[in-house]
């Protein structure tokens, strides 16, 4: 038969532990985002009366449709408010572990910082230093591969976007040095 | 036999070096996305999109569709060697397609997945090769009235069928809807909802929201989990395929059944993930020794790989007849065509009817090519997992951040692509379902458009939408599926359908 005596093996040597405490619950998540929604529909419903959201001799006003899903959307946050607010009591399902929220901050705060970077350096340098510095700081793997790793793929990207199919991507300083 | 001659057609307008180089870097690329964790189907299409933005619209979809076919067969591949299904749809394949790895028959469930695959998406793309251009021409009767009835169907569709909390349904649909209506009223000219902004008045581009949504988001989800990961390694030698494909006949019944399940489900906005699951519950029900499930049977592989397949392709049917997209990668790609300048719903038949075709007939080649493709270059494909996720992980956030950026050329698209991941993510979290939203996002503007110039038309009077036997059963249809589950409740109660009580264990 075949050889399935090869195994394959990756370990994840940041992994979150599995007994880490809760940050925060469902529940509290679902009531904050349905205040959110419900907050977001106010302010739409209201922009949407502005624009005029009843009937003239043409047919409805621009505003007609979006206003009354503004309604429908107040309604389901409102519902989802209520609901969450009765179970809250009882049920406390975890919505994120602290390991988990860390790790979720490890890849989150360096994405950020990319599109921070990619708006004023341009997105081939912050391409460069996200994927070398997640690797290197987050995944623990050698600098020289890291670095490799990062100058090849955002290589290979600028020759396929920029230079292959004409999709021109924000660029700063150091490709102005080179002539882009 | 009029869809024959234009199947042949579409072949003709295949068969060119350009295409099938096309649809060979289409697939390898769906592959891979399929097997890398935190990127999926409709991810993986997403982030490639702006590659097509260049092309004809002919390679562009061809490439794009191939993609997609890719990743339904990457799914199974993490499935069987690791346990670990890449896709939502391939949870049900890990039940014994797992088992056969552990007793070292991961090469015949392996070749059983991608066989039963290619056999539900053939059965998927023969029903739309027959079915699409009948539907179509008789869509091109509708008129706004119609339309807009047939959009109000699918959304009430998602809120009565569906398995979330009805009100987190609402909440995503209406949410989606509404956020496709920023910017520049298409009929009047007006601003809506840009509170001043210039960068609002473009508009929120469906396609930055689904990076966000489904790109950003998985990442974000996927980091909480532990990465580490142990597997078998497989080769598949033409021995082990011979002997599995000499042994289809017997399951028949099965692959027929979960093809009718996944085309049937496919195209009511049930999805691949229900359909595997039901493909593979029924055929435990119906197998003479039920128990033997779970332990690694070729048939639990069968089951749920035909069913997926079979919806993941069907999915493009209302797409293709009626521009309704019948998933979340459907709707991505309706997304597309639009981009491309090309309006989807009925007339797509008979104005572009290379396009079509050629799409069509690229769904029969895409699956026998991909079957090939998968069969001989599994290890190649299994060892990418070796690839550490800390590398993987940044090389994705930046490529859905070009693909974000590229589809306007705006800075701003590439925030809102980061606000619509953290979105993603709480939602995903809290229960609340994405696929309505895409949904609403894609088609809000046409549902918008529809109601308004059958308004017009009648004066103001909603009694349009039942002013004739067409128009009227569809609009009290989905009202009924709307309240469906309140109706089921009253029905059961007065005793009119029975209930199925769970079978004792």
Known sequence: ?180 | MEALGLLLHGFAVLLTWKTLVLMMVGLVLGIFVGVLPGLGGPNGVAILLPLTFTMDPTSAIVMLSCIYWGALFGGAITSILFNIPGEAWSVATTFDGYPMAQQGRAAEALTAAFTSSFIGSLVAVLLITFLAPMISSFALKFGPPEFFAVYLLTFCSFVGLGREAKHKTVISMSLGLLLAGVGMDTVSGQLRMTFGSAELLRGINFLVAVIGLFGISEILLTMEERLALRGHAASISLRVVLGVWRDLPKYWVTLLRSSFIGCWLGITPGGAIAASFMGYNLAKRFAKDPESFGKGRIEGVFAPETAAHASGTSALLPMLALGIPGSGTAAILLGGLMVWGLNPGPLLFVEHKDFVWGLIASMYLGNVVGLVLVLTTVPIFASILRVPFAAVAPMIVVSCAIGAYAIQNAMFDIWLMLGFGVVGYVFKKIGIPLAPFTLALVLGSRAEDAFRLSMIGSGGDLKVFWSNGLVGSITTLAIALLFWPLIDGLLARVGWTQRARPAPR
């Open chain 1, 1 to 180: 038969m075949s050889q399935t005596d090869l195994e394959i093996v990756v370990d994840d040597p940041t992994a979150p532990e599995d007994d880490s405490p809760a940050v925060v619950s469902s529940g509290t998540i679902e009531i904050v985002v349905c205040l959110l929604l419900l907050a977001l529909a106010v302010t739409l419903g209201y922009d949407n009366w502005h624009t005029g959201a009843s009937w003239d001799s043409t047919g409805p006003e621009p505003g007609y449709f979006p206003f009354y899903l503004s309604v429908i959307l107040a309604g389901g946050s409102l519902y989802g408010l209520v609901a969450a607010l009765i179970t809250h009591r009882e049920a406390a399902s975890t919505f994120v572990t602290r390991a988990q929220a860390r790790r979720v901050m490890a890849v989150f705060v360096p994405t950020l910082l990319f599109c921070l970077v990619t708006q004023f350096l341009g997105l081939y340098v912050a391409s460069f230093l996200l994927i070398a510095g997640f690797m290197r700081l987050v995944g623990r793997i050698a600098l020289w591969k890291s670095l490799l790793t990062a100058f090849l793929f955002t290589a290979i990207m600028f020759v396929t976007f920029d230079v292959a199919f004409d999709v021109i991507m924000p660029k700063g300083p150091l490709e102005a040095a080179f002539g882009y």
